[in-house]
């Protein structure tokens, strides 16, 4: 049975509340709760596998950043190419000099989070799963706000934090709306907006296939990505991305081997086909992990910070936070979600635990802060996605786009600002 009461209620036990609740815990505040929606953890919402410099240096400062390392695969980041011919790889040696973490992370987001919630544990708290918000109403206490629970619970909170994902429940019951930055809807005639990812196993070794550098084809065929994961038991995995053209229909929602292998084909790098007319060394797909579509784009909450206020009474309620998707949701290019919400909620432990502690914790202007990041990011991955969408079109445009980016991947300062904007260390 969970308390009536807390001072500090965290919903959603993703990367971002497991963050947030042990930053909370580092910082001295230990009356939390952390609650889920879901019955246990599942390795089908592991779509998440990039944590950068910047994040590992958070994950650091509470403790978690050694154990993920030593988990992971230090990543050099991805060498794009035209199928055939290398086009830019970022300079990831750049980054030595400002960091002790001058890679990027490969390790998938179920494993993140099994070892954020061993830390949590040590820590003495557990996830109470099985715990869905309903609705808030007044509390007796002044200045809280009563949470109430699909299983019949109710929790009376100071702070109310919502890290439950892009259908944020505690963003909606807090009046708070969600939309693209720039007004842009879902496009219907962007390349880059019906996307497949999956986990799967190939049935050969190969030089072709990525170790410590992930291996992306963008050509009027369409893009694709290639991740390596690390290595489970004798298996050894990789994490696919790619599009799917509009005029091909929508992808099925869980994509098959099959399919999966006809668009490596078709769109990935010839050394990795299983095309034995093109690819004197073919590789085939033998085994699909898991697999699941979705589309792309962006989303931002107006605020990330509110205080609650009773509709008849007027009095003052719970103050409620949004860190992670429940704030800010974009493209999966550049591997930056998970990283931007886990770097909101690390910096909030220590806001709010001040906020508990003397009531002079800004996070009003915390939260300005971390949309102002949240902004930069969803910029970026537009960019990185518009670059891709055009290239990977036809037309003399797009061949005049893969020249530039072919030009510019012969430019240092271009590859060590690709490995800058990536890393985070200028978006903290």
Known sequence: MLPEQTTVLIVGA????????????????????????????????????????ATLEAL????????????????????????KSRLLTPDFDY??????????????????????????????????????????????????TSVRFENGSIISARFIIGSDGARSVVRQLAGITFSDPDGDEIDTD?????????????????????????????SSQGFLLCLPLPKSGDEVSYRVIFNVPLDAGAPPPHPPTGFIQGYLDKTGTVAMSSDSSVNSSPIRIIKTIWSA?????????????????????????????????AAHIHSPAGGQGMNL????????GVTLTRRVDDEKGELEEYAKQRRTRALTTIRMTKRILGI????????????????????????????????WQLSGLGNR
């Open 14 to 53: 993703g990367p971002t509340g497991l963050a947030t609740a042990i930053s909370l815990l580092k910082a001295g505040c230990s009356d939390i709760i952390l609650v889920d929606a879901a019955e246990e953890k599942s390795i089908l919402t592991s779509r998440a596998m990039a944590i950068h410099a």
């Open 293 to 325: 579509r979705f589309r792309t784009h962006s989303a931002i909450a107006d605020k990330f910070f509110t205080k609650l206020k009773a509709a008849n009474t007027g009095r003052h309620g719970a103050e409620v936070f949004l860190v992670g998707d």
């Open 190 to 218: 962007n390349a880059t907006t019906q996307m497949v990812l999956a986990d799967v196993v190939f049935d050969a070794e190969s030089p072709a296939l990525p170790t410590d550098t992930g291996i992306g084809s963008i």
């Open 60 to 83: 650091e400062s509470i403790g978690c950043a050694d154990q993920l390392v030593a988990r992971g695969i230090k990543g050099l980041g991805v060498a794009m190419s035209d199928r």
């Open 341 to 348: 919400g886990i770097r909101d909620a690390i910096g909030l």
């Open 95 to 144: 980054l030595k000099p400002y960091t002790k973490y001058p890679f990027v992370l490969l390790l998938p987001q179920h494993i993140t989070e099994k070892l954020l919630e061993e830390t949590l544990e040590s820590l003495g708290k557990k996830v109470a799963y099985s715990h869905k918000v309903v609705g808030f109403q007044e509390s007796e206490v002044e200045g809280k």
């Open 388 to 419: 891709a969408s055009l290239v990977s079109s036809s037309g003399v445009l797009a061949t005049l786009q893969a020249t530039v980016l072919w030009l510019a991947g012969m430019i240092p300062y271009v590859r060590r600002m690709g490995a």
